[in-house]
């Protein structure tokens, strides 16, 4: 019972911040919404017996990436954006051509699917640190290094990309 | 016994994905439309681990971790860009950076 209730919660709150992050005019307040969306989403993880990913995603997303974003945001003194025209077919096509991209994924879903279970809160807890760790390194261990190499280069990107030309 | 069944949580992902390219294709600030590549990729990962769940194996968990890498690499980069952007043209609106535009 408490499960349903708190997934209801969760779903409701990550749905109406992400209306509300395409909505708003103002970066920060798009910002602000992707931030419940994310903390929502970690609670769904929860839900999903997935812990070490919930945190992952509470100090990964939510504090690293949003911070960044902020952060951004702010030295740019980035205000509302302006309104420009947009083309005749976003206008018409855009929100029915949405509409029915979810409404095929939703019956894809419910009706093409194999028959889903139901999510049970605890009774699988795989998702441990010791078991994703276990994993990681031993049968993921290349695409972890591969990764880690991805991660320097980024940080090598974004120092050239960013850096002061000293003359 | 209420539990949940798993297809609210795909349903909820492919929400959020749907939001996420609203927001791509609608806003005109280059902030706003990086965050919804963002949500994009958070809508995934829900995926990820919901049929983590179905399968009881934790594979799908390793897989949106390392999206959730790749997406933080990413945002150092864009940021990046974002900034040097502005730094050159003054502007953050995404329609006025056309200059590869024919």
């Known amino acids: 019972m408490i499960d349903t209730v708190l997934f209801i919660i969760c779903a409701i709150v990550a749905v109406v911040c992400g209306f509300n992050l395409v909505l708003q005019k103002h970066p920060i307040s798009s910002a602000l919404s992707l931030i419940g969306v994310m903390s929502s989403l970690a609670v769904l993880y929860l839900l999903l017996g997935a812990e070490f990913i919930a945190m992952t995603q509470m100090i990964v997303y939510g504090g690293a990436v949003m911070v960044l974003f902020v952060f951004v945001i702010m030295l740019l003194n980035a205000g509302s954006e302006k309104a420009s025209s947009k083309s005749w077919f976003a206008q018409i096509a855009g929100v029915p051509l949405l509409l029915a991209f979810v409404g095929i994924l939703a019956f894809l879903i419910r009706g093409v699917l194999p028959p889903l279970g139901t999510v049970a809160f605890g009774s699988w807890v795989g998702g441990t640190a010791e078991h994703v760790g276990q994993l990681l390194f031993t049968t993921y261990l290349l695409p972890f290094e591969i990764i880690s190499v991805l991660i320097l280069i980024a940080i090598l990107g974004a120092v050239v990309l960013a850096r002061k030309e000293i003359d | ?102």
């Open chain 2, 1 to 102: 016994m209420g539990h949940v069944p798993l297809s609210w949580y795909l349903v909820l992902s492919a929400i959020l994905f749907a939001l996420g390219v609203a927001g791509f294709v609608y806003r005109k600030s280059v902030i706003t439309v990086f965050m919804s590549i963002e949500l994009m990729l958070n809508s995934v990962n829900l995926s990820f681990v919901a049929f983590s769940y179905q399968l009881q194996r934790i594979d799908g968990q390793i897989y949106s971790f390392f999206v959730m890498v790749v997406a933080a690499a990413e945002a150092a980069v864009g940021l990046a860009i974002i900034l040097t952007i502005f730094k050159n043209r003054g502007t953050l609106q995404i329609d006025e950076v056309d200059s590869m535009k024919l």
